[in-house]
């Protein structure tokens, strides 16, 4: 899970970059989904170099 901080940080970069304006709760689906999901890839990852 990610900090209050990150997620506000994370929402500045929504705004700054895409023009989208999140609340604090969808920035932090988003943001963790996303920390979820390259956390996976790289488990994957590391599998596939150990075999």
Not at 7 to 17: N, P
Request: net charge negative.
């Amino acid at each position: 899970m990610l900090s209050k901080e990150s997620i506000i940080e994370f929402q500045l970069i929504a705004k700054e970059e895409f023009g989208e304006d999140l609340s604090f709760q969808e920035a932090s689906e988003i943001a963790n989904g996303l920390v979820d999901y390259f956390s996976l890839l790289k488990e994957l990852r590391i599998r596939n170099l150990q075999e």
